[in-house]
Structures are given as C-alpha cells and as structure tokens.
C-alpha cells in the first residue's frame, strides 16, 4: 500500500469527488448534532449545521431557507440551489419534517 500526502487546501477541493461514501450510524436524533442536513417539510426546505436537539425541534445554525431547489439530484449532489435566503439560527419541527438528507457540502451563505 502507498499513501500520498497532498495540502489540505488540495484535500478540501478534491474530498466531493471522491466515491467512497460515508459510513454514519444514525440510531438516534442526537447522531444528527453536529451534521449538515437538507430538511424538507410539509410546507418548506431548510439546509443547515444540527447544533441541537430542544424537545420536537432541531436546532439549526447557518441555516437557508431554501426557496426553490431546483433538480433535487443536482442540489443533492452539487449544491446546485436556485433561490437561497440565508436566515442564520432556524428551529425546525420535527413533526412537520417530511425527509431529510445528508449535506455534503459547504451551507450557502449568499442570497440567490
């Protein structure tokens, strides 16, 4: 086996391209604390930082109201949002919370 040492600038570009997925345990709301998700519900969509868990609700950091996703592939896959009102601290109920999804990227922090 040979290992390769590249800068973390390098890392940084290159770690979405790589193709082995990763392996999370989610056995519990409080695994999600400390991750990036794309939340959709009932009636919206939010990305954002999981900093906590407040009885029915998450606790979201860096959050963006996400107004118009575009396709869903591309926004999963290459962060590819068409219109994004960043908002800050959100609190997201978890009883409206239809499906959720890893966040792989970096949060928008650009109204678009």
């Not at 345990?25 to 959709?40: A, E, P, Q, T």
């Not at 009636?43 to 869903?72: C, P, Q």
């Not at 959720?100 to 949060?107: A, N, V």
Request: proline share 3%.
């Amino acid at each position: 086996m040979r290992t390769i040492q590249i800068s973390d600038e390098c890392f940084e570009k290159l770690k979405d391209q790589l193709t082995e997925e990763e392996k999370t345990d989610y056995s519990g709301l409080n695994d999600l604390v400390g991750k990036k998700f794309f939340f959709r519900t009932v009636t919206y969509h939010l990305v954002g930082l999981v900093t906590k868990i407040m009885g029915n609700f998450l606790i979201l950091e860096n959050a963006s109201w996400i107004a118009d996703s575009g396709r869903f592939m591309q926004a999963l896959k290459n962060a590819e949002l068409k219109e994004v009102e960043p908002c800050g601290v959100a609190f997201i109920n978890l009883e409206t919370v239809t499906d959720f999804f890893p966040w792989k990227h970096e949060l928008p922090t650009l109204q678009k």
